[in-house]
């Protein structure tokens, strides 16, 4: 089974940050439609590994998008509270995450 190296998950997250900033003001359909692409290339290349890894990214991706949907609705934090125990996801599922 492959490995990903701590160095490529790290730049995997520095890529990521910029194009998914909370208060970038661009629609969560752009954010999502820019992150997938970014996300099936960097999926694509680490099939291989472990799950545990593509679920330790997917949870990381979740938590940036439910932090940038609960600062839309006027909630402060990292959005690992209100909105994903609240079950109010459904916007992520709708708008065609891959992360989803």
Known sequence: ???VRPKSLR???ES???RIKRTS???MKAKVTELNRKLRGWYGYFKHAGPS???TVDG???MRLCSIL???RGLCGSGRGGIINAGQTGNLQNSGSFAC
Do not use: D, E, T
């Open 11 to 13: 730049k995997l997250r």
């Open 1 to 3: 089974m492959k490995q």
């Open 16 to 18: 990521i940050k910029p």
């Open 25 to 27: 003001g661009r629609s």
């Open 60 to 62: 990381w991706i979740r």
């Open 53 to 55: 890894v593509m679920q």
């Open 70 to 72: 609960g600062k839309r």
